[in-house]
């Protein structure tokens, strides 16, 4: 560190430091910088530079502020120490001033203005403090304010319960923090990116599955601790039972120490430049009658959101649940011995309730829906605000909703009024407010085909797994450790979806997987849920339950299936990063953890040696020119969707899957109830700084009221379980 000269010029050097100007460069921003926000380095992986042809600039806002840290007030002209001699009392005065103007003003101006970021740094963000989005421990501790404000490879990070680790990011990206919380985006010089580059980017993503909507295969324990639980809702149940135990409060304990900034460290790290962050409803608010923890998440959900941004990660919101649950299980069918067989109802344990579907489906389906359109709504509101919607460009507005149960009409109609509904709060076309996915409710990539035509900015999410298809998985992947690593597997995955994802993004506009795995078969731990179906496997799923075993062909193999996938799908997320130790002490569903396999071994430590992999193993597909249709990224036509199209799916839909009335007769709420907003982050401001952290709804126009029921009016009992229930008279 070089130090400012002391002389009896240090007034006139000072006072020139104070009233000159800036350079207009990165070197010189008040804000940090990572390296690759230089203007001739534009890259979207936090940040890798990839020798590629498809635009990588990500160099947008990561979060909003309208103005730039102001320093201590300082007087417009110092007094001039003179040479003129003095008694020594006076000269030791004098020296004692000087040092005490050197440290309060020349010291702040040299490391907040001048002083370009050392390499070795600690994270934070101080003065300022966080209630929501800060402590690996408590979102409620204050940030200490001598925290430094980025670091990159090897840096020292300090975390706000004050344990260290360090950054490792051999990519050349930075961790992002500033003394002020929200003056976390580049400066003027750096490119801005615009949501159509956005899409046209390679999406290389992990998702943070198991974290805020529990699943048994991702948190083991937790279920084996209660022997029958099966799902979330009865999880919560015994566990508000269990008050010896810490009764709910242990899920609380969960949303604080499974995933930690580490992680988010590690996966920036990775070279993975988004996370899909699934979500529930009860985030919000819970109805009575329904067990979930009501409203304790969303501070650690915030606070998750402010990693994503200090380390350059964007995120995909995924609601995950949906009132009256929209999947909740199927039928499987099988081939064995030749033979087609049914096999047990295959459970979606990830709505938060097994069982029949009731969004849009049964006696209270109509009703169920209205409840999840408040809570879109209550989302949109949040993450299109200034300060998020550069960290929060998609949501995903529902998961995994079961075409075949509830209706392509029928879902279709939900689909147009939720885009109609958050249209009217951002506004349309590039730039006002998130992308919005949809799931292909597995009904295939190519029976979207012309959907909503005129929309604006859908993008169509598919998980493609192999897992589930029912076959015995035999064929070996531990084939070796050179260009034949992984047998059929690698191939398989090229033929399956390369051609189905280009077709879709020729037919259809922006085509993502948000979810596939290295499961090539259906082994782990309660991965079909608890006790689990039986394995279609026709091996010894044991031994793909303890990777400690496995040799170094079987993770060569795996690698090069996980590479092919990637390379396949094109833009995708990971499905998932982090899975739980059982009670055995180890991960017994590892197919399904990018986060063991980057570490053993069988996960690329590179996402961008996948590219090419298909073409290697002389697999080619339609090549999709990098192309969309204005509209479909908010261009051009966006939001002008044909009048054919709206008049033939109106809300709410006229018929209801298995109701033998119309839906006009069902049941419905009535949009006079409080609504129930997200907070925002609580900060402590400077003495000279104001912070604007939003007030959680973007748009003061919509001022309607959420869901409630209607005075006089009955309805069942429990409308997660109404299929069968009577209709209720009208009222």
């Given at each position: 560190?070089?130090?400012?000269?002391?002389?009896s010029?240090?007034?006139?050097?000072?006072?020139?430091?104070?009233?000159t100007?800036?350079?207009?460069?990165?070197?010189?921003d008040?804000r940090?910088q990572?390296?690759f926000?230089?203007?001739?380095i534009?890259?979207?992986r936090?940040?890798?530079?990839?020798?590629?042809?498809?635009s990588t600039?990500?160099s947008?806002?990561?979060?909003?502020?309208d103005?730039?840290?102001?320093?201590?007030?300082i007087?417009?002209?110092?007094?001039?120490?003179?040479?003129?001699?003095?008694?020594?009392?006076?000269?030791?005065?004098g020296?004692?001033?000087?040092?005490i103007?050197?440290?309060?003003?020349v010291?702040?101006?040299y490391?907040?203005?001048?002083?370009?970021q050392?390499?070795?740094s600690?994270?934070?963000?101080a003065?300022?403090?966080?209630?929501?989005?800060?402590s690996?421990?408590?979102?409620?501790?204050?940030?200490p304010?001598?925290?430094a404000?980025s670091g990159?490879?090897?840096?020292?990070v300090?975390?706000?319960?004050?344990?260290?680790?360090?950054y490792?990011?051999k990519?050349?990206g930075?961790?992002k923090?500033?003394v002020?919380f929200f003056d976390?985006?580049?400066?003027?010089s750096?490119?801005?990116?615009?949501?159509?580059?956005?899409?046209?980017?390679?999406?290389?993503?992990v998702n943070?599955?198991g974290?805020?909507?529990?699943?048994?295969?991702?948190?083991?324990a937790?279920?084996?601790?209660?022997?029958s639980?099966v799902?979330?809702?009865?999880?919560?149940?015994?566990?508000?039972?269990?008050?010896?135990?810490?009764g709910i409060n242990?899920?609380?304990?969960?949303?604080?120490t499974?995933?930690?900034?580490?992680d988010?460290?590690e996966?920036?790290g990775?070279?993975?430049?988004?996370v899909?962050?699934?979500?529930?409803?009860w985030?919000?608010?819970?109805?009575?009658?329904?067990?979930?923890?009501?409203q304790?998440?969303w501070?650690?959900?915030?606070?998750?959101?402010g990693w994503?941004?200090?380390?350059?990660?964007?995120?995909?919101?995924?609601?995950?649940?949906?009132?009256?649950?929209q999947n909740?299980?199927?039928?499987?069918?099988?081939?064995?011995?030749?033979?087609?067989n049914?096999?047990?109802?295959?459970?979606?344990n990830?709505?938060?309730?097994l069982?029949?579907?009731?969004f849009?489906?049964?006696v209270m389906?109509?009703a169920?829906a209205?409840?999840?359109l408040?809570y879109?709504?209550?989302?949109?509101?949040?993450?299109?605000?200034?300060?998020?919607?550069d960290?929060?460009?998609?949501?995903?507005?529902?998961?995994?909703?079961?075409l075949?149960?509830?209706?392509?009409?029928?879902l279709?109609?939900?689909?147009?009024?939720?885009?109609?509904m958050?249209?009217?709060?951002?506004?349309?076309?590039?730039?006002?407010?998130?992308?919005?996915?949809?799931?292909d409710g597995?009904?295939?990539?190519?029976?979207?085909?012309?959907?909503?035509?005129?929309a604006?900015?859908?993008?169509?999410d598919?998980?493609p797994?192999?897992a589930?298809?029912?076959?015995?998985s035999?064929?070996?992947i531990?084939?070796?450790?050179?260009?034949?690593?992984?047998?059929?597997?690698?191939t398989?995955?090229?033929?399956?979806w390369?051609?189905?994802?280009?077709?879709?993004?020729s037919?259809f506009?922006?085509?993502?997987?948000?979810?596939?795995?290295?499961?090539f078969?259906?082994?782990?731990l309660?991965?079909?849920?608890?006790?689990?179906?039986?394995?279609?496997?026709?091996?010894?799923?044991?031994?793909?339950?303890d990777?400690?075993?496995?040799?170094?062909?079987t993770?060569?193999?795996?690698?090069?299936f996980?590479?092919?996938?990637m390379?396949?799908?094109?833009?995708?997320?990971?499905?998932?990063w982090?899975?739980?130790n059982?009670t055995?002490?180890?991960?017994?569903?590892?197919?399904?953890?990018?986060?063991?396999?980057?570490?053993?071994?069988?996960?690329?430590t590179?996402?961008?040696?996948?590219?090419?992999?298909?073409?290697?193993?002389?697999v080619s597909?339609?090549?999709f020119d990098?192309?969309f249709?204005?509209?479909?990224?908010?261009g051009v036509?966006?939001g002008?969707i044909?009048?054919?199209s709206?008049?033939?799916?109106?809300?709410?839909?006229?018929?209801?899957s298995?109701?033998?009335v119309p839906?006009?007769?069902?049941p419905?709420?009535t949009?006079?109830?409080?609504?129930?907003?997200?907070a925002?982050?609580?900060?402590?401001a400077?003495?000279?700084k104001?912070?604007?952290?939003?007030?959680g709804w973007?748009?003061?126009?919509?001022?309607g009221?959420a869901?409630?029921?209607?005075?006089g009016?009955?309805?069942?009992?429990?409308?997660?379980?109404?299929?069968d229930a009577a209709?209720?008279?009208?009222?």
């Amino acid at each position: 560190m070089s130090e400012r000269p002391l002389s009896s010029a240090t007034s006139d050097i000072l006072e020139a430091a104070l009233h000159t100007p800036l350079p207009i460069n990165a070197d010189h921003d008040l804000r940090p910088q990572p390296s690759f926000l230089a203007a001739d380095i534009p890259t979207p992986r936090n940040s890798l530079v990839p020798p590629f042809p498809y635009s990588t600039d990500t160099s947008g806002n990561l979060l909003y502020n309208d103005s730039k840290p102001e320093l201590d007030k300082i007087p417009e002209k110092l007094p001039r120490l003179t040479r003129k001699r003095r008694p020594l009392i006076f000269i030791l005065i004098g020296l004692v001033i000087l040092a005490i103007i050197v440290l309060g003003v020349v010291l702040p101006v040299y490391f907040v203005v001048v002083k370009k970021q050392q390499r070795n740094s600690q994270d934070g963000a101080a003065p300022t403090s966080t209630s929501a989005g800060g402590s690996d421990s408590d979102p409620d501790v204050n940030i200490p304010p001598t925290r430094a404000t980025s670091g990159g490879d090897g840096s020292t990070v300090t975390k706000d319960d004050g344990s260290t680790f360090t950054y490792s990011n051999k990519f050349g990206g930075f961790c992002k923090s500033s003394v002020y919380f929200f003056d976390l985006f580049p400066s003027s010089s750096a490119k801005k990116r615009n949501h159509q580059q956005l899409v046209t980017e390679h999406f290389d993503g992990v998702n943070l599955g198991g974290l805020f909507v529990l699943e048994p295969f991702i948190s083991p324990a937790l279920f084996q601790k209660y022997p029958s639980s099966v799902d979330e809702w009865t999880l919560s149940t015994l566990m508000r039972a269990d008050t010896a135990n810490g009764g709910i409060n242990q899920l609380e304990d969960h949303y604080n120490t499974f995933i930690t900034e580490e992680d988010i460290a590690e996966i920036a790290g990775a070279g993975l430049n988004w996370v899909r962050l699934p979500v529930p409803f009860w985030a919000i608010e819970v109805w009575p009658g329904e067990p979930f923890l009501a409203q304790t998440s969303w501070k650690y959900i915030e606070r998750l959101l402010g990693w994503c941004r200090k380390y350059g990660i964007r995120v995909k919101l995924d609601l995950h649940t949906i009132p009256g649950s929209q999947n909740g299980k199927s039928f499987v069918l099988s081939l064995k011995n030749n033979r087609i067989n049914l096999a047990l109802l295959l459970g979606y344990n990830h709505s938060g309730k097994l069982g029949d579907p009731n969004f849009l489906n049964g006696v209270m389906g109509i009703a169920n829906a209205q409840r999840a359109l408040e809570y879109i709504r209550v989302f949109t509101e949040f993450i299109s605000q200034k300060q998020y919607k550069d960290v929060v460009p998609m949501f995903g507005i529902m998961n995994e909703a079961l075409l075949s149960t509830i209706g392509r009409s029928q879902l279709t109609s939900f689909y147009l009024q939720a885009h109609t509904m958050i249209r009217s709060i951002t506004g349309y076309g590039e730039g006002n407010g998130p992308y919005v996915s949809i799931h292909d409710g597995f009904g295939g990539l190519s029976s979207w085909e012309g959907f909503l035509e005129g929309a604006d900015r859908i993008i169509l999410d598919t998980h493609p797994y192999l897992a589930f298809d029912g076959s015995s998985s035999t064929s070996p992947i531990d084939t070796g450790t050179g260009d034949n690593a992984g047998g059929v597997w690698p191939t398989t995955a090229c033929n399956r979806w390369a051609t189905g994802m280009n077709n879709s993004r020729s037919n259809f506009g922006v085509t993502i997987a948000g979810e596939f795995s290295n499961g090539f078969n259906d082994c782990g731990l309660y991965l079909k849920g608890i006790p689990g179906l039986g394995h279609s496997y026709g091996g010894n799923c044991a031994d793909w339950q303890d990777s400690s075993n496995w040799s170094a062909a079987t993770k060569a193999g795996l690698l090069k299936f996980a590479e092919a996938s990637m390379d396949a799908l094109g833009d995708w997320f990971f499905w998932t990063w982090k899975v739980g130790n059982s009670t055995a002490g180890i991960v017994e569903s590892p197919l399904w953890s990018y986060q063991l396999g980057l570490r053993d071994g069988w996960m690329p430590t590179d996402p961008r040696a996948a590219l090419g992999t298909c073409a290697s193993l002389g697999v080619s597909s339609p090549n999709f020119d990098g192309n969309f249709q204005s509209w479909q990224t908010g261009g051009v036509g966006a939001g002008t969707i044909a009048a054919s199209s709206t008049s033939s799916y109106p809300w709410p839909p006229a018929t209801i899957s298995n109701v033998g009335v119309p839906g006009s007769l069902l049941p419905t709420y009535t949009s006079t109830g409080t609504v129930a907003t997200l907070a925002p982050p609580t900060l402590t401001a400077s003495p000279t700084k104001s912070i604007d952290v939003g007030n959680g709804w973007f748009n003061a126009q919509d001022n309607g009221g959420a869901p409630t029921p209607i005075a006089g009016c009955t309805y069942p009992l429990n409308s997660w379980d109404a299929i069968d229930a009577a209709v209720p008279p009208p009222c």
